[in-house]
């Protein structure tokens, strides 16, 4: 009788055990279900800035991240809360993400889009500059550096520098679109209308680019070919 006993309460707690091992597993994947779906929703700035705020605020006040980790998160409550036109705390997060990760050129461009939606251009500029130090050929940082220094009225050197870019990347269409937006506003047609034919042998549907070779035309009148 003792000896089935015994087998008995081993079995009763190996049992308890593997109850508890399988109860612990399924609380870690309600866990981890739990975190993804936080993790969409935070990165779902574009569809529900709000919400992709309140996943963000939760998911960083999580100890078990690393600091890229947790810099990606802040960079995306940083975008939610631009979105919601809150660019003072957008631009804390940023300030978080860069002092968490000062080697990654996302965290410099996002400040620096936070910047421009405060109206800091100078900053911006530096900002969008450090980020291209990091990534030269990321096309986002080379638009926004164009669009930095049109809005300072700084559009000679915007031009300067589509010009160069044209040679170094010739299939990307932004880059003579900006050039002929550029000469269309100056009045030199003739140089808009050739710019927006490059452009426009990129992509012939973009109808800002036909709006924009129509204007230089109808400026250039009978010199229009």
């Known amino acids: 009788m003792r000896n089935i006993s015994k087998k008995s309460l081993i079995r009763v707690f190996a049992l308890a055990v593997l109850a508890v091992a399988i109860a612990l597993i399924f609380v870690q994947q309600a866990e981890k279900s739990d975190l ?5 929703t935070c990165r779902a700035v574009e569809e529900d800035p709000e919400k992709a705020v309140a996943a963000c605020s939760k998911i960083i006040a999580m100890p078990a991240f690393t600091d890229a ?3 990606d998160r802040y960079r995306f409550r940083g975008r939610a809360l631009g979105r919601l036109g809150d ?11 860069v002092q968490l990760t000062p080697e990654s050129f996302a965290a410099w461009y996002w400040k620096s889009w936070a910047l421009r939606g405060a109206g800091e251009y100078e900053a911006a500029l530096e900002a969008i500059e450090t980020s291209l130090k990091l990534a030269p050929s990321y096309q986002h940082s080379l638009h926004a550096q164009i669009e930095i220094l049109r809005n300072l009225g700084r559009a000679d050197e915007a031009e300067a ?17 900006n050039l002929g937006l550029i000469w269309l506003t100056a009045k030199q047609y003739q140089r808009a209308s050739d710019v927006f034919r490059i452009a426009l042998d990129i ?3 973009d109808s800002e680019l036909l709006n924009g070779f129509t204007s230089a035309c109808i400026g250039l009148g009978d010199d229009c070919a």
């Open 36 to 40: 993804t779906a936080l993790l969409l």
């Open 69 to 71: 980790e947790r810099a």
């Open 87 to 97: 660019w003072s705390a957008a631009l804390q997060d940023f300030e978080r993400s």
């Open 161 to 177: 520098r589509l010009v160069e870019l044209m040679a170094e990347y010739p299939d990307e269409v932004w880059i003579p679109k």
């Open 203 to 205: 992509d012939f549907w």
